[in-house]
């Protein structure tokens, strides 16, 4: 008999883990949080998640799904009653897929360029960061949330950036998202960081920026 109930394999600092989260949440899921050390794997995780060995993992009846963006579809399927997280039409929701690939495949890899870099190497990021944003920005146009009035699944899939970029920015005293270079951008951070289901579940600001200056830190001395 499988085990009943829902438990996430995550890490408290992961963005990945924090989409898992924010989907359960804006489901009244109720869930049991694993805060996973990624130096020291649990026995647990690499039996659920023995092909990639990465968090997030959602154990739901003893059978588990890894891949952040799988399992933020799975939750809105699994649970399929309250908060709608894809879009109903189908266009829509493949237009939502389309452009969650794209964040995925250019904003991760552009904002994390950012974070480690100083110097030119930094400003060149920026400016490809700024490149990749304003393509995303399209997603936006004439919406106050990418899934419109509320959010929805890419919302969820980028909704890392408000609070790491902001982050980031602060860390590395840069500017990359603001009113004038990209304001749909701008007004999108700002109002993804006011929802309520956000607001309740983002990690400790202290502790983060403690974590994430101390990974800059160590990436800058090359370690
Ligand atoms: N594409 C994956 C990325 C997950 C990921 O990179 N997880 C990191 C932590 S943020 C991890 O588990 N790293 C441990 C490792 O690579 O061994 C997702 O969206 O779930």
């Not at 490809?128 to 899939?157: P, R, S």
């Not at 609070?163 to 603001?178: K, N, P, Q, S």
């Amino acid at each position: 008999m499988a085990e009943k109930g829902v438990k996430l394999f995550g890490l408290w600092a992961s963005p990945f883990s924090l989409r898992v989260e924010w989907a359960l949440k804006l489901k009244e899921v109720d869930y049991e949080f694993m805060d996973e050390d990624l130096q020291n794997k649990s026995q647990e995780l690499l039996h659920y998640n023995p092909i990639t060995k990465k968090i997030p993992v959602l154990v739901h009846n003893g059978k588990p799904l890894a891949e952040s963006t799988v399992i933020v579809e799975y939750v809105d399927e699994a649970w399929p009653n309250g908060y709608r997280i894809m879009p109903q039409d189908p266009f829509e929701r493949a237009q939502a897929r389309f452009w969650a690939r794209f964040a995925e495949d250019k904003c991760v890899p552009a904002v994390f360029n950012v974070s480690i870099n100083s110097g030119e190497e930094l400003k060149k990021a920026i400016k490809e960061a700024q490149e990749v944003l304003k393509t995303l920005e399209k997603a936006l146009e004439g919406k106050k949330f990418f899934g419109g009035e509320t959010i929805g699944y890419l919302d969820i899939v980028a909704g890392w950036m408000p609070c790491w970029l902001r982050m980031i920015e602060e860390i590395a005293e840069i500017t990359v998202v603001d009113a004038e270079t990209l304001p749909l951008m701008n007004a999108w951070f700002d109002n993804f960081l006011e929802v309520e289901v956000v607001k309740r579940s983002l990690p400790p600001k202290d502790k983060l920026y403690a974590f994430n200056r101390a990974r800059r830190e160590q990436f800058l001395s090359g370690q």
